[in-house]
């Protein structure tokens, strides 16, 4: 399964995309992480040490060229293979999850350099490595350019994250058009930043007069303000707050819609591991657990 966060600058999409593919990880699922904003800091949210994070080779719009198929046809090609990727520009995270890093313009200095070009080098990696893991999770830079671009189109899941005021469910309903209009088979609202009864009532409304499905509600969560504060990844800051809870919820729901798991390496025996620790939380299940 391909997923990918979107949404409207800061409503949550590379906590979303970080802590789920931790989730999923930690539940014995290979995971491939794709950071495609040009301002990357997923490896953070993965609970990477900012040292570490540091020393990521990003991978450059090169990687990707235009070659003639068989029948003539020009054809996005990547020009190493998935082994030589991995081995070149992975980096290790927690749970075993690979990350790689993408989107710098061509030069590597912000405000210069053409953007197209990395657009396509993040759709042509997304498609190239989707034999890699049985998940990639791509946290995506903020707004509608990649969608336009087309850059998310071989995605096969998208979450749209927003939070509950009108401006980010706007950008949300375009964003989820915008997906459609790309043929993405499985798109999904994630609710965040979920406080009071009323934020809930608002995304409801709006999602059901726009035909939006909600795959999960995560609360407005003082750890992972918390987390933020004191620079650390939300789920290693608190594993078991409601917040990861309900994060945690919207992974089963994926990882029981993939049906076409490929996966590299046996799972280890850590699988489910999460779910038992939360099994004991079940009982305070929060407004995540709403509207299932
Ligand atoms: N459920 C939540 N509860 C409380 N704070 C949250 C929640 N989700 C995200 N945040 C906080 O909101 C801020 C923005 O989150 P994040 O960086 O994940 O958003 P983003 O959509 O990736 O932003 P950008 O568009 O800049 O890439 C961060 O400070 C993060 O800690
Ligand atoms: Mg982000």
């Given at each position: 399964?391909?997923?990918a966060t979107?949404?409207k600058?800061?409503?949550?999409?590379?906590?979303?995309?970080?802590?789920?593919?931790?989730?999923l990880?930690g539940?014995?699922h290979?995971?491939?992480?794709?950071?495609g904003?040009?301002?990357p800091?997923l490896?953070?949210?993965?609970g990477?040490?900012r040292d570490?994070?540091?020393?990521?080779?990003y991978i450059?719009?090169?990687i990707?060229e235009?070659k003639?198929?068989?029948?003539?046809?020009?054809k996005l090609?990547?020009t190493v293979?998935?082994?030589?990727?991995?081995g070149?520009?992975?980096?290790?995270?927690?749970?075993?999850?690979?990350?790689i890093?993408m989107g710098?313009?061509?030069?590597?200095?912000a405000?210069?350099?053409?953007?197209?070009?990395s657009?396509?080098a993040?759709r042509?990696?997304?498609?190239?490595?989707?034999?890699?893991?049985?998940f990639?999770?791509?946290?995506m830079?903020?707004?509608l350019?990649h969608?336009?671009?087309?850059?998310?189109?071989?995605?096969?899941?998208?979450?749209?994250?927003?939070?509950?005021?009108y401006?980010s469910?706007?950008?949300?309903?375009r964003?989820a058009?915008l997906?459609?209009?790309l043929e993405?088979p499985?798109i999904?609202?994630?609710?965040?930043?979920?406080?009071?009864e009323?934020d809930?009532t608002?995304?409801d409304?709006?999602c059901?007069?726009?035909?939006?499905?909600?795959?999960?509600?995560?609360p407005l969560?003082?750890q992972?303000?918390e987390?933020?504060r004191?620079?650390?990844?939300?789920?290693?800051?608190?594993?078991?707050?409601a917040?990861?809870k309900?994060?945690?919820?919207?992974?089963?729901?994926?990882?029981?819609?993939d049906?076409n798991?490929r996966?590299?390496q046996?799972?280890?025996?850590?699988a489910?591991?999460?779910?038992?620790?939360?099994a004991?939380?079940?009982?305070?299940a929060?407004?995540?657990?709403k509207g299932?």
């Amino acid at each position: 399964m391909k997923i990918a966060t979107v949404g409207k600058g800061g409503s949550g999409k590379t906590t979303i995309a970080g802590t789920l593919a931790r989730l999923l990880a930690g539940d014995g699922h290979k995971v491939l992480a794709i950071d495609g904003d040009p301002n990357p800091n997923l490896a953070l949210t993965l609970g990477m040490a900012r040292d570490e994070a540091d020393k990521i080779n990003y991978i450059p719009p090169s990687i990707m060229e235009m070659k003639k198929d068989s029948d003539g046809n020009l054809k996005l090609s990547m020009t190493v293979s998935e082994e030589e990727l991995i081995g070149t520009y992975a980096a290790s995270a927690p749970e075993n999850i690979d990350l790689i890093v993408m989107g710098m313009p061509a030069d590597g200095s912000a405000g210069s350099g053409c953007m197209c070009s990395s657009h396509r080098a993040v759709r042509g990696v997304i498609t190239e490595m989707s034999a890699y893991g049985e998940f990639t999770v791509t946290d995506m830079e903020a707004g509608l350019e990649h969608l336009k671009r087309g850059t998310a189109a071989n995605v096969d899941t998208m979450l749209v994250v927003v939070e509950p005021y009108y401006r980010s469910l706007e950008a949300g309903a375009r964003t989820a058009s915008l997906s459609a209009e790309l043929e993405i088979p499985n798109i999904f609202v994630v609710a965040n930043k979920v406080k009071t009864e009323a934020d809930k009532t608002a995304i409801d409304q709006f999602c059901e007069q726009h035909d939006l499905t909600i795959i999960g509600y995560v609360p407005l969560e003082e750890q992972f303000i918390e987390a933020e504060r004191q620079a650390k990844a939300p789920i290693d800051f608190d594993s078991k707050c409601a917040g990861t809870k309900a994060i945690y919820d919207i992974s089963l729901k994926l990882a029981d819609m993939d049906i076409n798991k490929r996966s590299l390496q046996p799972l280890p025996d850590k699988a489910n591991a999460y779910a038992k620790g939360f099994a004991e939380g079940q009982a305070k299940a929060d407004l995540s657990t709403k509207g299932k």
